[in-house]
């Protein structure tokens, strides 16, 4: 028994190691069929004793029983988006920006293919793989673990290989990267659907999505996906990008072949422009380029806009494109008013995506490029995402083309409608308009906002029509006996709704302002102005001057909320919200004493009456603020159990006062 069980031990560090060879530093050591007869050995042993199987063994990839759903997760630190440019010019600017916020410091870079995938968050709990999710909407996404852990690439255990010099594992990883479908592996997958009868995906972007994505984790076993890692966002101390990309394959995690590091900017640009020309040939699809900021502490004080980290840009390819006829301009109303011209187009193949309409972005877009109903016309696919049309083929042009205007009245309501000086958006102005109170019903009970479960679009335009609903605060008015009138609903759907609605009195602050549908205030700018303000009171009077002395809060999105709140009638909405019960409190409770003011914070251990996310927001709370590593600029280490040792042998070497729990509460009293 003894011998059959180190041998099972045995087999599993072989796989392991064979795995290693293979998917990350892609130099294989035995043929496919020795490695097959390892796992079929392995199985055999497993079979005979099912009571030594484990988790992480490399046979537990198969994929289990089906799922009735996706979990929401919330991830630890908002998992951010990229600001991109399509040239030079753009690029350019981009580093004269950097070096403009940062004078003086010294810049070298990292260059990383943006590999055209879904975005996957893997968090590990002492070694072991407890969570997979996708980057949902950066803040929260979906629980997938069953569907990675079938991922060859992934890890079911870090560190994979641990060789003499492999760096210690802390005891939770949080590790971002890219699921994705090699091209060739792609076409397999697409000719084996077609055999089959069934539909193949429009591109390797859609298949992977789709396989992650199955509630059956067994069909996700069968597809052909693979993975690059190329973030550490929570469970390392290292310095540079270039050493996290080592780190990660340190630990056994697959990596891009296609990085490189750069002292010189004019090689990165050259680098860029070589790399780019290989896209036709590469081995996955990708859509640009991403160039970081190497040094991450830079990184951190660079900072955000928005969801952009201003310490990383992509440069995208050029765009795809076709030619096509624009048949006719639909008007789209938007939740906020804004009236979009859409194309109606012949429909066209690009980039493996038939399209049949496509944004005209605005009128005033529309007058410059001189685009007519009737036209010829080249569309794209910016980003090889969002189709757009480009501008017409003149020389095509045979005199029967119409002009096209903008409105006078919303399609929706006939109402007026209006342009301001400053703006291109052409908007409705009555706030009663159906489509846009619609729209604003659907968004004010999304997810991303107040989270009412069983109020979607339909939902919505059921409660339009039944003119139970005339603003986004009538939702809380809404009666058992008003729904039961309502098509599909039954007393249990009722009630449901009901419970629902009354729950999401109880919603964050933040949630509030991004569902109330002000312009330009998405959930990071609506969180930048709860922590500031900690009242939809103070921030109703707050002026255009206070608002741009908050961080990630600039013009534009100042004038919004000063230009939303100057209007009586919303003003009346947040009120009669607060008639009905809406809390709208701070996410952390009622704002406390800045008493932190200034201090800079390194949170490391396990803390005895918080974790480290609560941790981090009482910090903030308080006026502090809270970093990854410790430097020059830390201010206090915080210790609990189970520290990281490279962090606390920085602040001893550089000095750093040490607090423990009681003694952080203490400083926050003041």
Not at 167 to 174: G, K, M, N
Not at 306 to 334: H, I, N, S
Request: aromatic share 6%.
């Amino acid at each position: 028994m003894e011998q059959e069980r180190s041998r099972l031990e045995e087999l599993r560090q072989q796989i392991r190691y064979h795995e290693y060879r293979y998917y990350v530093l892609d130099s294989p050591e035995i043929p496919d069929t020795a490695y097959d007869a390892l796992v079929r050995e392995l199985s055999e042993i497993e079979a005979r004793h099912p009571e030594w199987i484990t988790p992480d063994s490399p046979t537990q990839r198969v994929g289990g029983e089906p799922q009735t759903g996706f979990l929401r997760v919330r991830h630890p630190r908002p998992i951010l988006s990229l600001a991109s440019v399509t040239n030079n010019k753009d690029l350019q600017a981009w580093l004269e920006r950097v070096k403009r916020l940062a004078p003086g410091a010294p810049l070298d870079f990292v260059v990383e293919p943006k590999i055209d995938g879904l975005t996957v968050v893997l968090t590990y709990v002492y070694g072991q793989l407890v969570l997979g999710a996708t980057r949902g909407d950066g803040e929260v996404g979906e629980d997938i673990t069953a569907n990675l852990r079938t991922v060859r690439d992934v890890p079911l255990a870090i560190p994979v290989h641990a060789a003499a010099d492999t760096p210690p594992v802390p005891a939770r990883v949080v590790v971002r990267g890219e699921a994705y479908m090699p091209v060739e592996r792609f076409r397999a997958l697409n000719q084996q659907l077609i055999e089959s009868g069934e539909r193949p995906f429009a591109n390797p972007r859609n298949a992977a999505a789709g396989s992650l994505r199955q509630l059956d984790p067994r069909v996700t076993a069968g597809r052909p996906l693979r993975i690059f890692t190329y973030s550490l966002i929570d469970g390392d101390d290292v310095p540079t990008q270039w050493d996290v990309l080592r780190r990660l394959r340190d630990w056994g995690f697959p990596t891009t072949p296609d990085a490189r590091h750069f002292e010189r900017f004019e090689d990165v640009v050259e680098f860029v422009q070589a790399w780019m020309a290989r896209r036709e040939n590469l081995p996955y699809e990708a859509d640009g380029m991403v160039i970081k900021i190497n040094n991450l502490a830079l990184q951190r004080e660079l900072g955000v806009v928005g969801k952009d980290p201003r310490a990383m840009v992509a440069v995208k390819f050029e765009a795809r494109e076709a030619a096509t006829r624009l048949l006719d301009v639909e008007l789209q109303v938007g939740s906020n008013g804004t009236l979009t011209p859409v194309a109606v187009l012949e429909p066209v193949q690009i980039g493996g995506v038939r399209v049949e309409r496509a944004t005209l972005h605005n009128f005033q877009d529309v007058a410059r490029k001189d685009i007519r109903i009737g036209d010829m016309v080249i569309v794209r696919r910016a980003g090889d995402v969002i189709p757009y049309v480009a501008g017409p083929v003149l020389s095509l042009r045979t005199g029967s083309e119409r002009a096209i205007r903008p409105p006078a009245q919303c399609p929706v309501c006939g109402g007026p409608v209006m342009q301001r000086p400053d703006e291109v958006a052409v908007y409705c102005v009555n706030l009663s308009c159906p489509a846009i109170l619609v729209r604003r019903l659907e968004d004010f009970a999304s997810r991303g906002a107040m989270d009412i479960e069983g109020l979607g679009s339909r939902v919505a335009q059921q409660l339009v029509d039944a003119s139970l609903v005339h603003d986004l605060a009538d939702i809380y008015y809404v009666r058992a006996e008003d729904l039961l009138k309502l098509e599909g609903f039954a007393q249990k759907r009722a009630e449901n709704l009901l419970s629902a609605i009354e729950a999401s009195k109880a919603q964050p602050l933040w949630r509030v302002l991004v569902g109330l549908g002000i312009r330009h205030v998405g959930a990071v700018a609506a969180q930048a102005l709860e922590s500031h303000f900690g009242s939809i009171q103070k921030i109703m009077q707050a002026t255009e001057e206070e608002l741009q002395g908050i961080e990630g809060i600039g013009p534009t999105i100042a004038s919004s909320v000063v230009e939303f709140f100057a209007e009586p009638r919303n003003r009346e909405v947040v009120e009669k919200m607060l008639r009905a019960g809406v809390r709208m409190q701070p996410e952390r409770g009622v704002a406390a004493a800045r008493t932190l003011e200034g201090l800079t914070f390194v949170v490391t251990g396990t803390l005895p009456g918080m974790t480290r996310e609560e941790a981090t927001a009482f910090i903030e709370a308080h006026g502090g603020k809270v970093t990854d590593s410790v430097s020059r600029h830390t201010s206090y280490l915080v210790i609990g159990e189970a520290p990281g040792g490279s962090k606390t042998r920085r602040a001893q070497e550089l000095g750093t006062p040490t607090l423990d729990e009681a003694g952080l509460r203490r400083l926050a009293e003041g």
